[in-house]
């Protein structure tokens, strides 16, 4: 069984790290460039490449996905791709190398969620399941057929992204080396999705976690569904890019919140710019 797992991000790498400890290493794992991170800017290797070097793992770094690096992927004569976060777009010309086809790992219940977002917008949304598919991909975007899938409950009162995300990743992983088997094999099903019933999710930045002051005051003093929603933006945005306010001329973050015994919203970590991190 010879497979090249794609992806770059910490969710990808728990995927990975599942598929190890499987017994399931891949021939080799193809993940973005190191990039500069941080206040200063310190150029830091994608977590999945620090993982496939800690196991002796090959990894593939291509800037973009062109002719050449098609031809480094042929070399290896794979039977699959796997793909989790790869934070790329891979064109078709790369997902038919494999002579199986190649799998998608994505983390909602297709078609559910598709796109850049799933995980931020399931607490959103206010859900209270969301899970994991394995599916062909194809040209179009989480569009292929489903191979597998598996439900998580979770309460968007109290899970944040980062605790969420682990989850997801962790069932993904176990998911995907269930179902990498069976596809190779040829015993594994696929259905198709209900395209009708599709959702899609963005990339959200920093001005989609602004909550307006007064909004955050009616939420503090009388709950409701303004409550819900932004105490489901301060979770869904933990850490990244951080739901804020404006306080009295400041920036403010609101790190962490709660519901208190009325039902209303009661903040209990905030960070005025300028200031450390501070709780209530």
């Given at each position: ?10 969710f ?7 598929m ?15 990039r500069?991170?941080?206040r ?10 620090a993982l ?16 050449a ?6 070399a ?5 791709f796997a ?13 038919d ?5 190649t ?12 796109g850049?977002s799933?995980?931020?917008?399931a607490?959103l949304?206010g ?9 062909l991909m ?30 997801l990743?962790?069932?993904c992983?176990g ?12 015993t594994?099903?696929?259905?198709p ?6 959702t899609?999710?963005?990339?959200f930045?920093s001005?989609?976690a602004?909550v307006d002051a007064?909004d955050?005051?009616?939420?503090v ?20 890019p ?14 962490a ?12 970590k ?11």
């Open positions: 069984m010879t497979y090249v797992f794609f992806g770059t991000p910490r990808a790498s728990i995927v990975l790290e599942k190890i400890d499987a017994g399931m290493p891949p021939a080799a794992v193809v993940c973005n460039p190191d500069p991170a941080g200063k800017k310190i150029l830091t290797e994608p977590p999945v490449k496939a070097r800690e196991h002796g793992i090959a990894v593939l770094q291509p800037e973009s996905l062109d002719d690096f098609a031809a480094s992927l042929r290896l004569a794979p039977d699959a793909v989790a976060a790869y934070a790329k777009i891979i064109p078709q010309a790369v997902i190398i494999p002579r199986l086809g799998l998608g790992v994505h983390p909602s219940l297709l078609p559910k969620y598709r850049a799933p995980i931020q917008s607490i949304a859900e209270h399941k969301t899970g994991g598919t394995i599916y194809d040209a179009k975007m989480d569009h292929g057929p489903v191979l597998a899938e598996r439900s998580l409950p979770f309460d968007p009162d109290t899970e944040t992204y980062t605790g969420l995300e682990e989850r990743a962790t069932l992983g998911l995907l080396a269930e179902t990498l088997p069976a596809f190779m094999g040829g594994a099903d696929a259905h999705q209900d395209h009708a019933a599709a899609f999710t963005k990339k930045a001005a989609d602004f007064a955050l005051d009616a939420a003093a009388h709950g409701g569904e303004g409550a819900s929603r932004i105490l489901h933006m301060i979770n869904a945005f933990s850490p990244e951080g739901c804020w306010t404006m306080k009295d001329g400041a920036r403010t973050k609101l790190l919140a709660e519901r208190d015994g009325r039902g209303a919203l009661r903040l209990t905030v960070q005025r710019e300028g200031e450390r991190p501070r709780d209530l």
